[in-house]
């Protein structure tokens, strides 16, 4: 496989109507694992991962007892698995949220994990009560899988991005309200209320994301013909929008606030990794620079251990 051919080409025109079934599949189970987690700051204890067949909630703890939910894009199963070994699969196929709920949720409670949670969506509008959800019953295993296997470039990479930044910095990982895959790095200096305004999400959650500076990237399949890495700051500094960040095909977007990157310019570049890179590291340096971050008490290069090895 060559670097190229590693980065699969899905058009977003060619699966709304999956990637949207599928964005409300992963609110629900997200909001499993909200429901028996304790707060972690950002809400960081929240999210998805990418993993080797899908995403998965990585251990969700219940009482004494502790289990875990993965999509499988390979074999298009939802496996639910508890550590006393019981297991339930809900097929992922064509079908209505309001079907994959109550077959989730039963399922759920034949294996004695008893959950109530808030059944509509976040950051979406209109919000359908999960259980009342016929309007969205689409699933194309192909397209799941191609939007996996960009998780897993996008992943893979972002990764390599995180490890040059020894502030405090999230996990890369997948956050079911927006349907992005997201890391955050952070100044270390707290940040003015966030106003909030995202639809059907109250506005103490967006001050708790935002309660500190910030320097966020990730993609998500929206804002391009195949999807789109971003990138933006909060607060947002003076002269950010002007800063130079490459490579050449990507943007500042005035309509949404946020630089991006169209996918397919990483996928068709002659090296997709450095082009990615080029991206996430100019414009955290937008940020940082423009915001006048501590940068040399933030950042080391990960490979600062290699001459002792």
Known sequence: MTAQSAWPGLRVEDWTDTRDTLHMWTQIVGKIRMAHSPLVNHWWQVPLYVGPRGLTTSSIPYGTRVFDIEFDFIDHQLRIRVDDGSTRQIALEAKAV???????MTALDELGLQTRIQARPNEVDPSIPFAEDR?????????ARLFWRQLVQADRVMQQFRAHFIGKVSPVHFFWGGMDLACTRFSGRT????PGGAPN?????????YSHELSSCGFWPGG????????YAYPEPDGFTEYPVGPGEAYFSSDSGLFLLPYEAVRTAPDPDQ????????????AADRGHWDRDALEHHPSRWDHRR
């Open 224 to 231: 391009g013909d195949e999807g789109a890495f971003y990138a």
């Open 135 to 143: 309007d969205h019953a689409s699933y194309d295993p192909d397209a």
């Open 98 to 104: 309001a079907d994959f709920y109550d077959e989730f």
């Open 191 to 194: 940040a003015p209320t966030h």
């Open 201 to 209: 999400c109250a506005d103490w959650v967006m001050e708790e994301g």
């Open 275 to 286: 082009a990615l890179l080029e991206f996430l590291h100019t414009t955290y340096e937008a």
